[in-house]
T-cell receptor, first 114, second 112 residues
Framework: AQSVTQLGSHVSVSEGALVLLRCNYSSSVPPYLFWYVQYPNQGLQLLLKYTTGATLVKGINGFEAEFKKSETSFHLTKPSAHMSDAAEYFCAVSESGGSYIPTFGRGTSLIVHP | DADVTQTPRNRITKTGKRIMLECSQTKGHDRMYWYRQDPGLGLRLIYYSFDVKDINKGEISDGYSVSRQAQAKFSLSLESAIPNQTALYFC???????????FGPGTRLTVT
């Protein structure tokens, strides 16, 4: 069975500050891990993903995430927040070699203050 | 044009009414999914289909049904809508390897 926990339903940062959104997962097999972003009144779009290989994954808009197997984590970071980063962020996990149907976390709303 | 489209984008309906939400895709993917999003609960899977002849229940299928009319079309029906089905509904597609999902813009459904 697979599950995802996103710590913090809301994260507030100032423009220019570091963004850190936390995601921990549970999976009985090597996982595929994803971060999606949802802007207001839009569907979800892929920000970045980890399947195999390099554990530090770079995505769009300056975001990156690191797969840490020992900590079962896949935290999302961005060195400097921009006002346009304000959105809902979802972490998701699927099990490699299985049905590949992802389980989504409950989401974290990123608020960026000027 | 968008790869995954949903109609309608917004719908208000009354308790007990039957309603259908439609999804079309031009990605050429075999796999299609229906999710509902509720504040604080994330996305929950309602139904999924791996091809035209394969339909499976998800986490919260009670009160819903689906039809896969073609590879590109997957519709969700509420046979008798109830207020707690008020939510944002998303259709998504993926390829066979399931590396990522592609989402439609969503349908905001309100049941009064």
């Amino acid at each position: 069975a697979q599950s995802v926990t996103q710590l913090g339903s809301h994260v507030s940062v100032s423009e220019g500050a570091l963004v850190l959104l936390r995601c921990n997962y549970s999976s009985s097999v090597p996982p595929y891990l994803f971060w999606y972003v949802q802007y207001p009144n839009q569907g979800l779009q892929l920000l970045l993903k980890y399947t195999t290989g390099a554990t530090l994954v770079k995505g769009i808009n300056g975001f990156e995430a690191e797969f840490k197997k020992s900590e079962t984590s896949f935290h999302l970071t961005k060195p400097s927040a921009h006002m346009s980063d304000a959105a809902e962020y979802f972490c998701a996990v699927s099990e490699s070699g299985g049905s590949y149907i992802p389980t989504f976390g409950r989401g974290t709303s990123l608020i960026v203050h000027p | 044009d968008a790869d995954v489209t949903q109609t309608p984008r917004n719908r208000i309906t009354k308790t007990g009414k039957r309603i259908m939400l439609e999804c079309s895709q031009t990605k050429g993917h075999d796999r299609m999914y229906w999710y509902r999003q509720d504040p604080g609960l994330g996305l929950r899977l309602i139904y999924y289909s791996f091809d035209v002849k394969d339909i499976n229940k998800g986490e919260i299928s009670d009160g819903y049904s689906v039809s896969r009319q073609a590879q590109a079309k997957f519709s969700l029906s509420l046979e008798s809508a109830i207020p707690n089905q008020t939510a944002l509904y998303f259709c998504a597609t993926s390829d066979f390897a399931g590396h990522e999902q592609y989402f439609g813009p969503g349908t905001r459904l309100t049941v009064t």
